[in-house]
């Protein structure tokens, strides 16, 4: 309780203690190989003479539930679903009256079946609306002599007014097609409030047959007059080379990048600000991957744990200043440490051995570690904290346990043979309240039968 009363003001003063100053922006859109700028269009030039919008990460959570893509029943079909970060109910977002949710005619019914396949559909929230984004990666399959496809529906948050599959078939009420190759990987999604940013990684093959990593920026802006979409995406910032980019994540409204260092060793990495503009800012950091344990951000606040090492620190990348938060309590040599997530100024570390796992709560303030317990047992030898899933807010899903359940399945040789496939445990709580070791939460009910969520 303690600790909950003074999680707010501990916020606070971390704040203050890591002020710091702006970067300084570089040239816009660059190669690995040259670093160049490449001058951007009038049009997109008087743009940025205005300040760059501060960009917010669509989630999949809004009004209290997480949205997700789950099975229903024993059937591969995906369906998209709500869960209640309260009462832990999960139901199908379905608004059809009288809808069973078993066939193609139901509203909350997504494309995909469970199973691997060229087309896929992401659904996130700005927390008023909804944003279903198609996307293929047909080169993946090997599905040559086809255009990539790429669109962007959006609903209100009660979900789609008809089958998914046709809502996606016809002419997208956002964006065009936006996708510049098939070899489409992974995406993060931004607004500033009014309209939407995507970066986007692929991995397309030159004609030579080298294969490249490509990181896009899109903003989708007003379409001319006429057009058959409100908003039409434009290639704001692009780089490619023979190495991927990673999305850390926002600091101050822009998207934080760790690129490759173009000409150093593989693993050499710098932190560098990406602008809703364009504007790529130079580095704020440069470091081997081989020089940390651990290395994220979170609230803003880069959290790293040097190699060979058990101290925690902390480094405002606009102020260039590192301390030392605490020295972790380790009992051996870790396999793995991970950091986060981070709440109201305490911070969430785990630290993985061979067949244990502990948890620690870092005050960013002072410093001081709190172990938390283990609340259940992996295969019934090894000590697991709850696996987070999700905050929102002061809300937490989280997987608390398994329960044991026997199967049978015949073998090559005919044989019958029963193994142990245990189903997970999830269940909702205030996340302030664990973090001070309460264990009273709700457990959620699932409508999965194996509890994948």
Not at 315 to 322: E, F, P
């Amino acid at each position: 309780m303690k600790r909950a009363l003074c999680r707010k003001a501990s916020a606070l003063l971390a704040a203050l203690l890591l002020a710091g100053c702006a970067a300084t922006p570089a040239n816009p859109v660059q190669t690995e190989e040259t670093a160049e700028a490449t001058p951007a269009p009038a049009a997109e030039e008087a743009e940025k003479t205005a300040a760059a919008p501060t960009l917010r990460e669509l989630t999949t959570v809004a009004d209290g539930r997480c949205y997700l893509q789950s099975r229903i029943d024993d059937t591969a079909q995906i369906y998209l679903t709500t869960l209640d970060l309260t009462d832990g109910q999960q139901r199908v977002l379905c608004a059809k009256p009288g809808c069973t949710h078993s066939d193609e005619s139901c509203w909350g019914r997504m494309l995909g079946n469970g199973v691997a396949q060229p087309k896929t559909v992401e659904v996130y929230t700005d927390g008023v609306r909804l944003y279903w984004i198609l996307l293929t990666e047909y080169s993946h399959f090997s599905i040559g002599g086809v255009e990539p496809e790429s669109a962007i529906f959006v609903t209100d948050l009660t979900g789609a007014s008809c089958p998914p599959a046709q809502m996606l078939a016809g002419t997208p009420n956002y964006g065009g097609d936006f996708l510049q190759d098939n070899s489409y990987m992974d995406s993060r999604w931004f607004t500033d409030g009014e309209t939407l940013w995507a970066l986007v990684n692929s991995n397309p093959v030159e004609e030579t047959g080298r294969q490249t990593m490509t990181t896009t920026l899109f903003h989708f802006v007003p379409a001319p007059a006429g057009s058959e979409v409100p908003y039409t995406a434009r290639v704001v910032w692009q780089q490619g080379g023979d190495h991927g980019i990673d999305c850390m994540g926002l600091l101050d409204g822009q998207i934080l990048l760790r690129l490759p260092v173009s000409g150093a060793g593989v693993g050499d990495f710098e932190l560098r600000l990406l602008s809703a503009d364009g504007t790529l800012g130079e580095p704020l950091l440069t470091y081997r991957d081989s020089d940390f344990r651990e290395a994220v951000l979170l609230d803003g606040l880069w959290y790293t744990v040097p190699k060979d090492s058990t101290d925690l620190q902390c480094t405002d990348l606009r102020a260039g200043q590192t301390r030392t938060l605490c020295t972790l309590p380790l009992t051996q040599t870790p396999l793995d440490i991970q950091a986060g997530p981070a709440y109201e100024g305490w911070l969430v570390v785990d630290v993985s051995y061979n067949l244990e796992k502990e948890r620690y709560v870092i005050d960013t303030v002072t410093g001081s570690v709190t172990t938390l317990p283990a609340t259940w047992t992996k295969d019934g030898v090894s000590p697991r904290a709850p696996l987070i899933r999700q905050v929102a807010g002061d809300r937490c899903l989280m997987m608390v346990g398994d329960q044991d359940r026997m199967l049978t399945t015949m073998g090559q040789d005919g044989g019958t043979y029963s193994f142990n496939s245990p189903v997970p445990i999830w269940a909702v709580t205030d996340f302030g309240a664990y973090l001070d070791g309460d264990q009273d939460w709700t457990v959620c009910t699932v409508l999965d039968p194996d509890g994948n969520m």
